[in-house]
């Protein structure tokens, strides 16, 4: 599972974050590995740039698997986007420090032990006691903006151009202030568009990557590898 662009432990660059490099660095790794085609999965942004990536370069993806992400995501989501990201940027005196900012996260409706690790990964050491986190808010901010520089018809556009099997697994619970990073509606929308296959997990669209939810979204592929 690689880290895309300025995210986890791949360089933080000064530019670099539009969906047309994102699909360059897809590539680019996929030839630096030797692989000619993928099973091609991504979880919020990086389903929308997995669901980019499959209807321009068909060759290299045989099935597309989107985890929250449609063509019409919630009006309110950069908002969300920023809430979920303010913990970016800051300073921690430890890493149980940083976990304790992520347990009282208001998106954190469920809590399992696995968090854990998503917590250490996202941290970087600066000195003693001294704690940053690897992922930068601009970086999430950038991303987003080339994502609505789409308008909703070159993202409607962009799903009916995807002729591999698709699925797309939605969650169940809102993600902040009752509101729900993809809509039902819309997700039903995406996967008409796409002749695909819609599930559901277990949790909010943060969550839901872990637990009971992560359970089955990994069953649910499994079955939809296996049927396709």
């Not at 149980?96 to 347990?103: D, F, G, N, P």
């Not at 950038?142 to 699925?167: F, I, N």
Request: proline share 5%; charged share 20%; glycine share 8%.
């Amino acid at each position: 599972m690689p880290d895309l662009r300025g995210r986890g432990a791949t360089e933080t660059t000064l530019a670099g974050y539009s969906l047309e490099q994102g699909r360059a660095d897809i590539v680019a790794l996929l030839d630096a590995l030797g692989l000619e085609r993928v099973v091609l999965c991504g979880h919020s942004f990086g389903g929308l740039l997995a669901l980019y990536a499959a209807a321009h370069e068909p060759e290299r993806v045989s099935h597309l698997i989107l985890l929250d992400a449609g063509v019409e995501m919630h009006p309110a989501t950069p908002l969300m986007v920023a809430a979920a990201t303010a913990r970016l940027d800051q300073l921690f005196p430890s890493i149980e420090s940083y976990r304790a900012v992520v347990r009282m996260a208001p998106y954190v409706n469920r809590r399992y032990d696995e968090m854990n690790g998503f917590v250490e990964a996202d941290l970087k050491r600066l000195a003693p006691h001294l704690y940053t986190t690897s992922s930068r808010g601009a970086v999430a901010a950038t991303a987003a903006l080339h994502v609505y520089a789409m308008s909703k018809g070159d993202w409607r556009s962009c799903a009916e151009s995807v002729e591999q099997p698709s699925l797309l697994v939605h969650a169940t619970e809102p993600f902040l202030m009752g509101m729900p990073m993809l809509q039902e509606d819309a997700a039903a929308e995406t996967v008409a568009l796409l002749d695909g296959t819609l599930a559901s997990a277990e949790g909010n669209h943060f969550t839901m990557l872990f637990g009971p939810g992560a359970a089955e979204i990994v069953a649910t592929i499994t079955q939809f590898l296996r049927g396709n």
